[in-house]
């Protein structure tokens, strides 16, 4: 009982440090270099998309910030320096704005992004990429974009639409025969010596079938910010 409680206390923590980081943002309409307009935007509009997905950031909606830029007379078209990017993330009363470009030479796309503080003008996070093939396929290039802006790691669905290789998850064993795939619990709730098991094919065993788990430790402690 003192174990479940002390795992619930964990996740509830966990989600609320991870509301607490996260920081309004607004993105720009990437300039289109050797691309149609309206695919820049359907681009850009993507990648905003996937930003969501993330759930790193507190999103502007995009009607949302041409609506409050048109009120303050202001246009984000042509808006291609840091200065004024700032200057309109000063007017949203965002944290964080992302700009960039689409561009294209021959068959080969580019993909320049930089995520930036509003108050500080400095580069949080940049990305570029470089693909070639087929328009269509860019989209999967940009969503992997997001990702990166975020700092997270893509979901494998989206790993292997890229083709990217997909990590296993580990399997440990209980030292009785049984096998253990931690799935995504901190790294407290772990060491208190708390999984989640499945059978070893696939389907989720009786409490029977499990046995006992491993032993957690005699004083489990909580690492936060890089202190015990």
Not at 201 to 211: A, D
């Amino acid at each position: 009982m003192k174990a479940k409680h002390f795992v619930l206390s964990i996740i509830t923590v966990t989600l609320l440090m991870g509301q607490a980081e996260k920081k309004t943002t607004a993105v720009l309409d990437f300039d289109g270099l050797g691309i149609e307009a309206s695919e820049s935007i359907a681009l850009t509009q993507r990648l905003a998309g996937e930003m969501v997905n993330t759930n790193a950031f507190i999103l502007v909606d995009r009607s949302q910030m041409e609506e409050i830029l048109e009120e303050q007379g202001f246009q984000q078209t042509g808006c291609t320096t840091s200065e004024c990017a700032v200057e309109i993330g000063n007017l949203l009363g965002v944290q964080q704005m992302v700009s960039g470009s689409f561009g294209k030479i021959g068959k080969t796309y580019t993909i320049e992004t930089k995520l930036f503080s509003v108050e500080t003008g400095e580069t949080i996070q940049a990305v570029n990429k470089t693909y070639k093939g087929e328009v269509d396929e860019l989209i999967t290039q940009v969503e992997l974009v997001a990702w990166e802006l975020a700092g997270l790691e893509p979901p494998d669905a989206l790993k292997k639409k890229a083709g990217l290789s997909i990590k296993k998850q580990k399997v440990v064993s209980s030292g009785k025969g049984k096998k253990w795939l931690i799935r995504g619990l901190t790294t407290a709730a772990v060491g208190a010596g708390v999984a989640y098991a499945i059978s070893q094919k696939g389907e989720t065993p009786s409490t029977e079938e499990l046995g006992e788990p491993p032993s957690p430790p005699q004083s489990p402690r909580i690492w936060m910010g890089g202190r015990k």
